[in-house]
């Protein structure tokens, strides 16, 4: 078979590319090596993750909370097993959505490890042994990341594990270890926690969230350690091990001394790595960093002219909607259009509770790059619509140029921030000015007004609720 477009890997990139392909014309086939499509982001990422912190939360909520709101249940329990099958039934209609929309979209779908047989050639090998060769004109590869570990670890998946299994676990844990205070081992340190665990986050950097804005690992730290998270920062490892169904983690603090941790799952959560193995790029001759991502320039193009790759094996942020938005680049590039992503405004979301969200500049990224900047803060406190819904941690920040009042970067704290994000990334794809967003009638009582106060606190110094 003979195709415009061959897409390796089926994730949010992949099957985005896919689908945008054909909409401009092209005739595509996906392959992928699991038999469920929607690769990490739909089976072991952002959807199983969201589903078992929108359910952990509920329960959170009844335990903590239902009782200020004058609602009395009697002691609330939950069904662990209940509460796994659900975030796999959600798994499974979401990846069947997109089955739906390959076929929507006459994309032919290969299910088989993907590998080059040279720069235009691409073999899968299927489960049973057997295998087909597909011809594609422009071959986008689009197979991900796996999680990776430290050279001392070795992940057993049952008691010392990666996200993937964090997901799948058959019982709550008494205690878990956390290895890494980011986006992953946060979330998913927040589900077990709400569900009665111990939880002791264990972060090298001294901060969590290390590469968001300070003031939000600040809030971030306060909330969660007052959720009863432990967090220990400026904490090396230097080992794990497994005895029986103990884990002991040791790490040396700031001072030097080392502090053992005593736990019954330790989840490694230290980041992800590209993930190009039995692609045999060799044959095609497409070449990768030293780190293991395939190398693109900005359109996304390898150093093989008809080669494209893209998310989380390429160069930026792992995250899905990158992936997605540059699955949509490439498809458009190749069908003779210009399309652009500013990487800048790429959001950066985190799932607790209270949520996390940014978009542009950090502080500490304006003062490197030597920019006159200035601040407004709104405290999520002041807003009539957190004390209504009883959420009121948190705050906004407009990072604005001094000069121009152009919204340089924008960070949140608080109750739906992962939505409101979106309202500053609009405004700074816009390059609107602090006053441009402080002069936006927004609805009233609502969480967005922290965004119109913040700016205004960045335009003029003057917010009017504080
Ligand atoms: C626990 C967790 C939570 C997350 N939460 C979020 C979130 O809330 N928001 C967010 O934006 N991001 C989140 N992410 C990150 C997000 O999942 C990734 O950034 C995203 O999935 C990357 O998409 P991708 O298309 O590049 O690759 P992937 O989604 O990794 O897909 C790659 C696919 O390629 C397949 N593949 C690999 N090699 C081959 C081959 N040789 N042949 C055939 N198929 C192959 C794989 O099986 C896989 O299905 C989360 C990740 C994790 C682990």
């Not at 350690?225 to 040791?250: A, F, L, W, Y």
């Not at 922290?450 to 003057?462: I, P, S, T």
Request: aromatic letters at 6%; charged letters at 25%; a negative charge.
């Amino acid at each position: 078979m003979k195709y415009d477009v061959i897409v390796i890997g089926s994730g949010p990139g992949g099957y985005i590319s896919a689908i945008r392909a054909a909409q401009l014309g092209s005739k595509v086939a996906i392959i992928e090596k699991y038999s469920t499509l929607g690769g990490t982001c739909l089976n072991v990422g952002c959807i199983p993750s969201k589903a078992l912190l929108d359910s952990s939360h509920h329960y959170y909520d009844a335990v903590h909370h239902f009782e200020e709101h004058g609602i009395s249940v009697e002691k609330p329990s939950f069904d662990f097993k209940k509460m796994v099958d659900r975030k796999a039934n959600v798994v499974e209609t979401t990846t069947g959505g997109i089955k739906y929309l390959m076929d929507k979209n006459n994309i032919d779908v290969y299910e088989g490890l993907g590998s080059f047989e040279d720069a235009t050639h691409v073999k899968i090998t299927k489960n049973d042994g057997t295998s087909e060769v597909i011809e594609g004109t422009n071959i986008i590869i689009a197979t991900g990341s796996k999680p990776s570990t430290l050279p001392f670890i070795s992940i057993d998946k049952e008691r010392v594990i990666t996200s993937t299994e964090a997901l799948k676990l058959q019982e709550v844990p008494k205690h878990l270890i956390v290895i890494g205070g980011g986006v992953i081992g946060l979330e998913l340190g927040s589900v077990y926690k709400r569900l009665g665990a111990e939880v002791t986050v264990i972060e090298f950097m001294p901060a969590i969230t290390p590469t968001m804005d300070k003031d939000v690992s600040k809030e971030l730290t306060k909330v969660l350690k007052k959720q009863g998270m432990k967090i220990n920062t400026s904490h090396g490892v230097t080992s794990v091990e497994r005895n029986g169904d103990e884990v002991i983690v040791k790490a040396t603090n700031k001072k030097g001394e080392e502090i053992t941790f005593t736990g019954d799952y330790c989840l490694v959560s230290v980041g992800r790595r590209p993930y190009t193995e039995g692609l045999a790029l060799d044959k095609a001759g497409v070449k990768v960093t030293e780190r293991g991502m395939v190398e693109v320039n900005d359109h996304l193009q390898t150093n093989v002219s008809n080669i494209y790759a893209i998310g989380d094996v390429v160069r930026g942020a792992m995250l899905a909607h990158k992936a997605e938005e540059e699955g949509v680049v490439v498809a458009e590039y190749l069908a003779g259009q210009k399309p652009h992503i500013d990487y800048n405004l790429i959001p950066g979301i985190v799932y607790t509770w209270p949520e996390v969200a940014a978009v542009g500049k950090t502080e500490d990224e304006l003062k490197e790059a030597k920019v006159d900047y200035k601040v407004g803060k709104f405290s999520m406190r002041a807003l009539g619509r957190s004390r209504a819904s009883g959420d009121l941690d948190g705050f906004v920040k407009v990072l604005a140029d001094k000069n121009t009042d152009e919204v340089l970067g924008v960070h949140m704290v608080g109750a739906r921030v992962a939505d409101l994000i979106m309202e500053a990334a609009v405004a700074m794809e816009y390059r609107a000015s602090a006053e441009d967003l402080a002069r936006i009638c927004h609805g009233h009582p609502t969480y967005s007004e922290a965004v119109k106060e913040a700016a205004k606190a960045a335009w003029d110094g003057q917010p009017l609720n504080a």
